[in-house]
Structure formats: structure tokens, C-alpha cells
């Protein structure tokens, strides 16, 4: 077979794997980028429904959520693609002393680490939403920065970019080996390439960045990554006039669900998502009968106008979870030239270019010392106890 050589090669043209191309070609490496799939955004990203925050509880979440709203609220003055880019903020409601409790306590580490979040009681809530079911309301977050834009959209904005610095794009490849070598007998090994179905390829750098397929492709790699995929089901609604800007998340978890969340998108349409409880663990993607009637009730109990518009379609992707809900990211113990940039909870659309700007810097070197003080939180080997609050 072929060998051709690169710098780098990423394992996933999805949400993180296609933004990481983009600024590793920019700055100046050769970068091959392998997908099973026919084109870009074909695993979990076409499936997410397009919520962009910084608002969340994790330090590295944070500061790797600033950084994307950064990206895509500048994207099309930079790049002139129209990524559906909407600043409409999100809002975390209150209607339980549990949630309200929550999120007053998180606000100390949300401004610390810049973000611009405030607390608002009902009345002053319900000015911002005034859709919201003031009924037993107690209040909640609002944090105006955050807001949305189209995965698709956004993703093949960021392959066009990749391109043109360089990039290459491989799908309808399957990688079936992460090649290594152990140099003198060695236990430390590093990378050396890439084989799969179609070819090989030789790079310094493997990024995994294979969203719900990242624990297989790490055992590719003789590497475990606590990564188990579970489903969860979207919906959009037909378009009605505008009268909601902001997501709006409930945290409240019931017997059935442990939160939800929705937003009215820029064609009016509302676009929807709950969290099953007990999580649905597998890669089982067919819609179900139980999702439309579990979200609704809990949708109209907070927003009541929302009753009588109908529903258009709705769809069921995977998210790659961890253990405590925050991604694995960095380097692994004993082989060099390996990269983990897996377990996004989700939350991969929405921290993908934030994530692509710090890799940039730690693979580059380049500023290398803030990308490893950020994304430390992140390691694999980390104390997976402590649990995300608003993954």
C-alpha cells in the first residue's frame, strides 16, 4: 500500500475533527482527516440541534465554550459563510428550590472565569421570557452571549477553510489500524501512521476525534477510553411568529428525564431535545413513540403557548458519554503521538472550534503552556467522581 506522510491525522470529520483540520492547516501542517462516512458532519453533528454556550459548570467547559462563541459569533464577518450564527442567550429556569440552589452556586465560578451570566427573579425573568409559566417560577440564569447556529452550516464552513489551507479530506475510509512502534524493547511506544481499507499513511500526530466511535478507534491504539454512547431524541416543530430568543434548559430531573431543553430557531421553528432517565446506553438511532409525549408534557408545564403547534419531525442521535459528563481530552501514558479528543456528552458542536484553537496550540507548540493548563481538567486520568451539573 501507498504511505504518504502528515503531520497530523484526525479520526472524525464531525464537530471536533473538522474544526482541528481547519486550524492545524492554518497554521501550516499537513493535515489528513479520515471519515468513514460519504462527507463532513454525517455522525452526530447532523443531529444536534445547534445550542452554543459557555455556560456551563466546568472550568475547562468554560473557558473552551468562550473561546467557540468567539469563533462562531465572528465567523462570517472573518470567513464570509453564513453559519446561521443567532445571539440569543441561554436561560436556565427555576422552578424548584434544587435548581435554584444550583445555579446561584455556579454563578461564582461562571463570572471568575469571565462569563456573563446573571441570576434574575421572576418578575425580572419573565421580562426576558415572557412566555415562561410564572406559576410556582422562582427564577433563574441568563447569560446573553451564548446562542446557536446550524451544525451543518458550521461544519462544512470549517472543511471549506480546512481546504483551502491545505487539508485533505479522506471519506469512505475505515480505519482498521493505529500503527506503533517500541523502539530498543521499549514499554513506551509512539505513533507512527494509519492503516485502513483503502491505504496508509504516515503522520506524527493521531488525533482521535471519533465522536461515539471513539472507544473502538482507541482500542485501534491499545488504548481504554471510558466512552459509551447513549441516545437521545430531537424535534422541530412548523414555524410559527417569533416571541422566544433565548434556549431555555430545565434541569429539574423527573422519573423519566433529566432535563430538556429548546429554543425557537430564525425560521420561527421551535427546535427541542430531552436527556432520557435512565440514560438509553447502545447505538441504537430509530426514533421511538415514548420521546414526543415525554418532552411535550414537560415543554408546555413551563410554556404553556407551546401546546398547539405542531410537530414536523423528529430525529434520534448519539451522544459519546462519560463517566462524569465532561470530555477526555490530551495525551495517553506511554505512547507518544496519540491525541484523545473524544467523549463530548453532546456537547461536541458546541465546544469543537474552542477545542480546535487549544489542540492547535498543544500540538503546534504554540502557546502550548495555556492549551495544557486549560484542557487538564480533561485527562484521561482523572478522578471521573466528581459529576458535570449542567451537562
Keep these: 500500500m501507498q504511505r504518504n506522510l502528515y503531520d497530523t491525522i484526525i479520526i472524525g470529520a464531525g464537530s471536533v475533527g473538522t474544526p482541528l483540520a481547519w486550524q492545524l492547516a492554518e497554521a501550516g501542517q499537513k493535515v489528513l482527516v479520515l471519515d468513514q462516512f460519504a462527507s ?85 425573568l419573565l421580562e426576558i421570557i415572557p412566555a415562561l ?63 485502513t481499507d483503502k491505504g496508509a499513511y504516515q503522520a506524527a500526530m493521531v488525533v482521535n476525534a471519533a465522536g461515539p466511535w471513539a472507544r473502538q478507534v482507541a482500542a485501534l491504539a491499545g488504548v481504554d477510553v471510558p466512552v459509551d454512547p447513549d441516545s437521545h431524541e430531537g424535534g422541530i416543530t412548523e414555524p410559527v411568529a417569533h416571541f422566544l430568543r433565548p434556549m431555555v434548559v430545565d434541569i429539574h430531573p423527573t ?55 405542531k410537530v414536523r419531525r423528529t430525529w434520534r442521535g448519539l451522544y459519546p458519554m462519560t463517566p462524569d459528563g465532561a470530555p477526555i481530552v490530551g495525551e495517553v501514558e506511554g505512547l507518544a503521538g496519540y491525541l484523545n479528543a473524544v467523549g463530548m456528552c453532546g456537547q461536541g458542536y458546541m465546544l469543537g472550534p474552542g477545542l480546535a484553537f487549544y489542540l492547535r496550540q498543544w500540538i503546534t507548540g504554540e502557546g502550548a503552556d495555556e492549551a495544557r493548563r486549560v484542557l487538564a481538567p480533561l485527562s484521561l486520568y482523572r478522578d471521573f467522581g466528581k459529576k458535570e451539573k449542567l451537562k
Design 255 to 309: 422519573e423519566d428525564s433529566a432535563n430538556y431543553y429548546f429554543y425557537q430557531h430564525h425560521t420561527g421553528q421551535i427546535i427541542f431535545c430531552i436527556t432520557p432517565n435512565p440514560p438509553i446506553v447502545g447505538m441504537d438511532r430509530r426514533e421511538t413513540s415514548v420521546f414526543l409525549p415525554q418532552v411535550a408534557k414537560r415543554m408546555i408545564g413551563i410554556m404553556p403557548r407551546l401546546k398547539n403547534i
Design 40 to 124: 463532513a458532519g454525517q455522525g452526530s453533528n447532523k443531529e444536534a440541534i445547534g445550542g452554543i454556550r459557555a455556560t456551563h459548570s466546568d472550568p475547562a467547559k468554560i473557558q473552551i465554550g468562550l473561546k467557540s462563541l468567539e469563533i462562531f459569533s465572528t465567523w462570517k464577518e472573518t470567513y464570509g459563510d453564513d453559519i446561521g450564527w443567532e445571539q440569543g442567550g441561554y436561560s436556565f429556569v427555576a422552578y424548584h428550590p434544587r435548581e435554584e440552589t444550583i445555579l446561584k452556586e455556579l454563578l461564582v465560578i461562571q463570572k471568575q472565569l469571565g462569563l456573563e451570566i446573571d441570576w434574575y427573579d421572576a418578575p425580572a
Design 133 to 195: 409559566n410564572p406559576d410556582s417560577l422562582i427564577g433563574g440564569t441568563f447569560s446573553p452571549g451564548d446562542g446557536s447556529a446550524s451544525p451543518m452550516l458550521s461544519v462544512l464552513a470549517c472543511e471549506r477553510r480546512a481546504r483551502e489551507m491545505g487539508a485533505e479530506f479522506h471519506y469512505k475510509e475505515t480505519v482498521t489500524a493505529i500503527e506503533r512502534e517500541y523502539p530498543d524493547g521499549h514499554k513506551n511506544g509512539r505513533v507512527t501512521g494509519i492503516k
